[in-house]
């Protein structure tokens, strides 16, 4: 006995095969800035005729897993715009197809940063407006925002480290407007690394990496937890913050505060060579009859009340000073640590 299939067409159904392609609806567009300063048509995204393939560029795109979407089965990857506006989640059909995949998209978006930081910084030297001159590190991480009943969430930010500040933004600043308008900013040298690693107090697996960082404020001490997708980011992003602000002190090498010592206005300087010096304040930007000055390893005790008072102790024969800076006195005492941290690290006596 012998059968022979048989096909035939069926006007009906023609049309669930002649849909177009999801492709053709993915939204990815629209990423640059119009502006002629950030137009690059050879970074363009370059589409084809086809409906059947998407061209997506990876420049500033957010490879990352297990954020906005739960991920119990480690299949997927999701691939976030530069401008944060669309996003493609992607299933693999294991975990170390997933990892694979992952793995090679995170590494060629790695290897574009030099380029973006080359472009980025050509864009910001000729605004000569803009005091973020000189980029150091950009890309894209998830920070922790805590919710009700001590739950966490992480959102996706973009962090830039310039030569003397950090910024936030929502999405990557391609404009001039964007650059200017930060969602935060804080001085590299009022702004402490606290911990670098596994999200638990013992790493194993599955545990994020994540990094914390303390700024003092006007308002006292802000602190933020960022989440990374892998060591290579943990180590760049913690490098980048520690020698961020170790440079930032050599090139500012100098902070002044009007404050109250004793009942009468003065200025205190610390400076990252010549230590601490106090002059009596009489209003004017320069000058002054000097009260004390002391080089930093006189310091015998450093202290603070959290809300306005900063006490230093030289062991002098004046005793303890303590200075009214008439708001909190954790910037200046984040700014000291970072100077001391600096020449100890210059000295070759920190690693």
Not at 60 to 82: A, G, Q, V, Y
Not at 145 to 170: N, S, W
Not at 310 to 320: A, K, N, S, V
Request: net charge neutral.
């Amino acid at each position: 006995m012998c059968l022979f299939p048989t096909v035939k067409y069926i006007r009906e159904v023609s049309p669930l095969f002649k849909k177009p392609s999801m492709l053709a609806e993915l939204p990815w567009d629209g990423l640059w800035s119009p502006s002629s300063n950030f137009t690059n048509t050879e970074e363009s995204p370059k589409h084809s005729g086809s409906k059947d393939r998407k061209v997506i560029p990876l420049k500033m795109s957010f490879i990352c897993r297990n954020l906005t979407m739960p991920d119990l089965e480690s299949r997927l990857l999701e691939l976030h715009s530069p401008d944060g506006q669309h996003t493609v989640v992607l299933r693999c059909k294991d975990g170390p197809t997933a990892h694979s995949w992952f793995t090679a998209i995170h590494a060629n978006i790695a290897a574009l940063l030099p380029q973006t930081l080359t472009h980025i910084n050509a864009y910001l030297s000729s605004a000569s407006s803009n005091t973020h001159t000189q980029l150091k590190h950009i890309g894209w991480l998830a920070e922790q925002i805590p919710l009700d009943a001590g739950r966490l969430q992480y959102r996706p930010v973009v962090m830039a480290i310039t030569e003397k500040d950090i910024l936030l933004f929502d999405s990557v600043p391609w404009t001039r407007e964007a650059w200017n308008t930060p969602l935060l900013t804080h001085p590299l040298l009022a702004t402490r690394l606290v911990h670098s690693g596994s999200s638990r107090s013992s790493p194993s697996l599955g545990a994020d990496l994540v990094f914390s960082t303390r700024s003092g404020t006007s308002r006292g001490v802000e602190s933020h937890v960022f989440r990374v997708e892998t060591h290579w980011d943990l180590s760049s992003w913690t490098r980048a913050l520690v020698q961020g602000a170790h440079a930032a002190a050599e090139i500012i090498k100098e902070v002044s505060i009007g404050c109250v010592l004793n009942r009468q206005d003065v200025r205190l300087i610390l400076h990252y060579d010549r230590g601490f010096t106090v002059l009596r304040d009489h209003g004017e930007p320069v000058g002054g009859a000097l009260l004390f000055h002391y080089p930093f390893e006189k310091l015998k005790m450093s202290a603070d009340d959290g809300m306005r008072n900063l006490y230093l102790d030289f062991g002098g024969p004046e005793g303890e000073l303590v200075f009214d800076l008439h708001s909190s006195p954790k910037p200046v005492v984040f700014v000291l640590h970072s100077f001391l941290s600096a020449k100890l690290t210059r000295l070759g006596l920190l690693t």
